[in-house]
């Protein structure tokens, strides 16, 4: 398991950097994230995926979160998940909602889109269902020429993940990783300049240290 999986928040109280967003996260969640579709977007390693997991998981066990990339999302697969999510009674599980989480939402093809605004839409989702979508492209670009991005956008909760202010409090996060991990042999201002490095892209970082450390080297910048 790579060290950004290994680390991964499991709270929004264990987020990094992030503090509007969790705020935002907290007054939406206030009753339940079953019901409601979140528009997740910011810059990569900034913790989308982070937040995505923590969203689905207030609602659904491992075995009921389904995972799947934009481009490789079909009406089939949506289908199937809409049929899934109507077995409320779910065998040993301590949960009874579903969730998906789409990943790089802007690569889902026009006809999945069309399908989606139906599903979001038309009539209120399901109180035990929750749908993510999380992508780096955000406003009115979401979806390039292919579709209008404004009725997807406005059947959505949106989220915004700032890319600002992220090079200090992820030099201390992954600092302190590497310190657990017994990697760490370097000052805070070694992992600053990892950070900038890394345009303050955690899971990039800790990739980094992860790979100097294999390789026996002793400067982790």
């Known amino acids: 398991m790579q060290l ?3 680390w991964r ?3 929004l109280d264990a987020v990094v950097g992030q503090d509007a967003a969790v705020r935002k996260c907290r007054a939406l969640l206030a009753n339940g994230a079953g019901g409601q579709a ?3 977007s910011g810059p990569s390693g900034g913790g989308k995926s982070t937040i995505a997991h923590i969203l689905a998981e207030t609602i659904a066990d491992g075995d009921c979160i389904v995972e799947i990339a934009g481009d490789d999302l079909t009406v089939d697969r949506l289908r199937k998940f809409l049929e899934d999510s109507e ?16 990943n790089e939402t802007h690569g889902i093809r026009a006809d999945v889109i069309r399908r989606l605004l139906v599903v979001l839409g038309d009539k209120p989702i399901r109180k035990h269902v929750c749908w993510i979508f ?3 492209t955000e406003g009115a670009d979401l979806f390039g020429d292919k579709i209008d991005a404004a009725p997807f956008l406005s059947r959505c909760q949106e989220i915004s993940l700032t890319n600002q202010g992220l090079c200090a409090a992820f030099a201390e996060h992954v600092q302190r990783i590497a310190r657990a991990e017994g990697l760490d042999g370097q000052p805070l201002t070694e992992y ?3 950070a900038r490095k890394c345009q303050s892209n955690c899971r990039a970082m800790l990739q980094a240290v992860a790979a100097s450390e294999l ?3 002793d400067d982790a910048s």
């Open 215 to 217: 390789k026996g080297e």
């Open 134 to 136: 999380t992508t780096t």
């Open 38 to 40: 979140f528009f997740v």
């Open 4 to 6: 950004h999986e290994k």
């Open 9 to 11: 928040p499991k709270t």
């Open 87 to 102: 077995l409320l009674g779910l065998i040993g599980s301590a949960k009874t909602g579903w969730a998906m989480i789409v």
């Open 192 to 194: 600053v300049k990892l």
